[in-house]
């Protein structure tokens, strides 16, 4: 069974520009999360998509990230314009739905984005 | 708010020795609890979880007890390899949602 994928795996830019994630979660999976993951800290849930619907949007600043996902399959994640402060990996994850279940959650290997 | 604290890192062992990493939460209601470990260049992969006060998850030689009247769920393993060197994450699940929140993560190193 093919895991998650996330591209591009590397990603430098400078501040103000624009940069764009893909992720396509393992078939089947109707949850997808995006985490950001600065150095020394662990993973922060930025949004969750249940099919094409948003679940949980909370921490996303929404004044520069937008997050879509298409058919309720694969995903992008956008940051316009970049900050310093995105610099970070930021991980994709899916997990099944299952109703009164504790659901595993499986990580992409993340896509390290470096902001100068 | 919900949160995770781990054991500061790095920490280092020599093979064979025996390992714990340390793990409190505060949470509302009865969350789940996980670990997930990275191994260099890989993503996050979950090692173990429980689901409620005084399960035990177990996993490749690890294991660690929800311990509610402590709030924690420390990681225990009697005997390391170097392979085991990697990053370990604590997290909790909130019951009723489906979002991870992390502790920041415990670096670990195995000397041979």
């Known amino acids: 069974e093919a895991g998650v994928a996330q591209s591009p795996r590397y990603k430098i830019i400078e501040k103000r520009q624009s940069v764009a994630f893909w992720c396509n979660p393992i078939?089947?999976?109707?949850?997808l999360y995006w985490y950001q993951q600065i150095l020394g800290q662990g993973p922060k849930l930025l949004i969750q998509?249940?099919?094409?619907?948003?679940?949980?949007d909370s921490q996303l600043p929404k004044d520069r990230f937008s997050a879509e996902r298409l058919k309720g399959v694969d995903s992008t994640l956008k940051i316009q314009p970049a900050k310093l402060e995105d610099s970070a990996v930021y991980l994709c994850?899916?997990?099944?739905?299952?109703?009164?279940?504790?659901?595993?959650?499986?990580f992409g290997p993340g896509t390290r984005l470096l902001v100068l | 708010g919900d949160s995770v604290t781990q054991m500061e890192g790095p920490v280092t062992l020599s093979e064979e020795a025996f390992l714990t990493i340390n793990c409190t939460y505060t949470?509302?209601?009865?969350?789940?609890l996980f670990w997930y470990v990275q191994y260099p260049g890989e993503g996050l992969q979950l090692l173990l979880k429980?689901?409620?006060?005084?399960d035990k998850g177990s996993n490749k030689g690890f294991e660690a007890t929800y311990r509610k009247e402590t709030t924690s769920f420390h990681l225990e393993k009697g005997s390391v390899q170097v392979s085991d060197s990697a990053v370990y994450f604590c997290?909790?699940?909130?019951?009723?949602?489906?979002?991870?929140?992390f502790g920041q993560g415990t670096r670990l190193t195995i000397n041979p």
């Open positions: 994850a899916s997990s099944l739905s299952v109703a009164g279940g504790v659901e595993t959650q499986y």
């Open positions: 078939s089947g999976h109707a949850t």
């Open positions: 998509f249940q099919n094409n619907g948003v679940v949980d």
């Open positions: 949470a509302t209601g009865y969350p789940s």
């Open positions: 429980a689901t409620k006060a005084d």
């Open positions: 997290a909790l699940r909130i019951q009723g949602a489906q979002k991870l929140v």
